[in-house]
């Protein structure tokens, strides 16, 4: 039986008397949400994904959109979205697919939070007058240094230290494919981390030639369908990360649809063009964590002990157990994703549904790598949600050493979170593979666009610090006497190990 | 605020303590009254193989007891006796300290390689984390930390602290901000042989707690000052770092400046850097160190409190007045103004 027509998500209207039939948003609006009959322009709102595509572009801002303009009868329990979602399972039959992150309402613990500064006690540091220091290396660091002291009273250095990736800001690039996204979103990244001094991770998706000059500003990634995995790549990349799970869908895999796996995506994974490619739940070598062990000394092996290597997971209950056990296996850092983490695509039943937020995840990891003895074995990345600089400060002051961000520098070139990345037809040319969708990112530009970002936040992070009356970053990192929680229940309070406002 | 002095005589030449009680009084500008001490190497010869525990007492009934009976299962109390004090018109006894002199029994700690330090740093933590109405403020060998609430010369007074003679003295005039005229929160903080005093305020205190207590130090003070101790006899102690490249960790040079280094230097500062980063600390501070052999004055690495240093004859003076130093050695020879961050040493000749 036919369910019907649903309420429109979107309207999306043009005002006549402002329109000059440009045309501009046919063009654009790579949904066919817009047509010209009879010398008029025509909307068909039930295409729209409300990707404001076609409003950046007017030059007469004659477009109107509204969201729900006819909704379901309101119900606290059966939601308009719990329906819908019911509707088209009965109608399909299938898994609920869904982009960018978590969309349930879960309070944002970073937003109940908040930064210490000084008052008379303690003067308050000025960053544009005093050195301020952000400079971050990730690694494995020695728990103790030994010294030989000579007769003379010379010091000499007898500790060795493991190669560490040098960052001069906390923030860094999260990693998301070649396939995922453009070519002209990866250019764009990787030119703004190496302006930045940071770094930026491949993805699952292998590296691209014309990323090749930004090599030493790349992280490669390792993950379970090995996409694009050989020994050059190996060797190409500051570091190398093995992705075990993601924030967005812990416990699956991922799936890049054969549309997206043009001619060049192809080359670069090393599979066919237009297949689907498929990348399992678990690594079919990694069924355990002495297996993961084996697998991160393998990988330093087969690149001489030269490159970090970092291991992925999603923040789940168990995080703190697992972390322990990277810890103790060779890998130089932990990558934390929370669930508020993006994706190209997941099932929203687990984007939803899956895993803990990162302030608790990392709050719980340096409590038990430090609980162990063992925090200076692993650097912590934090990512998954990271919004601002501000919870950039806090996940540090939590116990992180660095963040990933991924969602955060796709809006900064011009992504607008409609969430549809999976249908290869980002009209911002970001997560798509169609060449004339491409063509819309202008690397020159977005890499500018990203860089200012990573700046901007950078500047805040030093203000911060200095009215935090700290001028180095080591002395904010797991520095949670500066955070105190607002309108947090006690559990909570003693799981982040935090006072409350006012204590 | 708060001012702090400490003197050492390289010749281990015993000074008693009344040119420091008149040096300390002379910052009075930099205290309130409500919290003054001293500390003396070499005041226990006659006990210097023994850990000298000073502890205060809320009573001396139930506290004391529980107290003697830890020590007697970790070890043996050779001699104890209540610290003679001289009532002062204006200040309250609010606790009565009593002297231990301790041999700890190192079969207790065998698996060590320092058993009487970690028998007397677990008793210690215990003591001071666990049993109410007690707190060590003083544990190492041939030496004593005497202090309470009160302006220096009225804490001096009440310990008669000229009838006590060291090679080592520190002392510290508080303006407390913390902890209100509460005994425990005066300066000096001392555990083994380490003693500090502190002008200013730790503001990586949160990360230097979080890692002095992974390794199994217990803040107990509710001040930041005590975090030094403990990661000096970390560093020191436990890690065998030389006492200046300690302080390199305490209080590390740039990258700006370390990146100019040549290369031996500059792999050693970013190795101090990235093994000891949590030890690190921030925010506005001098401090001096005292140990059985040596002191040891720094700043923050911006200098946001004031160090002055002097030497004269056999004796190296730091302080936070140049007019404290003088007077306890009006004929000084020699001051100098340490740059931030840098290590100010005194040692004993041995």
Redesign the interface.
Known sequence: MSIGARPMRFLVTIDPDQCMLCGRCIENCPYGTFRMENNKIKVYSRNCVACHRCISQCPRDAISLIERPVDYRSHPVWTAKTREDIYNQAETGRILLGGMGNTIDYPIIFDRMVLDACQVTNPSIDPLREPMELRTYIGKKPKKLDFLVNEAGDVDLKTELVPNLQIETPIMIGHMSYGAISLNAHISLARAATASGTFMGTGEGGLHEAIYPYQKNMIVQVASGRFGVNIDYLNRGAAIEIKIGQGAKPGIGGHLPGEKVCQDVSCTRMIPEGSDAISPAPHHDIYSIEDLKQLVRSLKEATEWKKPVFVKIAAVHNVAAIAAGIARSSADAVVIDGFKGGTGAAPTVFRDNVGIPIETAVAAVDAKLRYQGVRNEVSIIASGGIRNSADVTKIIALGADAVYIGTAALIAMGCRVCGTCYRNLCPYGIATQRPDLVARLNPDEASVNVENLIHAWTLEISELMGAAGINSIESLRGNRDRLRGYMLDQTMLDVLDIKPVGA | MCGIIGVIDRNQELMDGSNIRNALAVMDERGSGEGSGYVAYGVYPDYADLYALHIFYDTIIEPKEQVEELLENWGMIEEDEEIPTYEQSRMEKAHIPWRYFFRPNRKLMSQSSTPDDDIVTHIVMTINTSIQGALVFSSGKNLGVFKASGWPKEVADFYRIEDYEGYIWLAHNRYP?NTSGWWGGAHPFNLLNWSVVHN??I?????N???I???GYRCSMFTDTEVVAYQMDLLVR?????LH?AVRALAPP???EIDRMDE?NR??N?????????A?????FAIVVATQDAIVGFSD??K?RPLVAGTHEDRLYISSEEAAIRTMEPAISHITMPKAGEPVIGRVIT
């Open positions: 901000t200013g305020e503001t990586s205190y949160g990360t707690k979080r890692y207590e992974s390794f436990q890690h065998n770092l030389p490249l740039f990258w700006d031996k792999d050693l970013r190795a101090i850097r990235l093994t000891y980063g949590s690190m600390m921030n925010g506005p690495r911006i946001l």
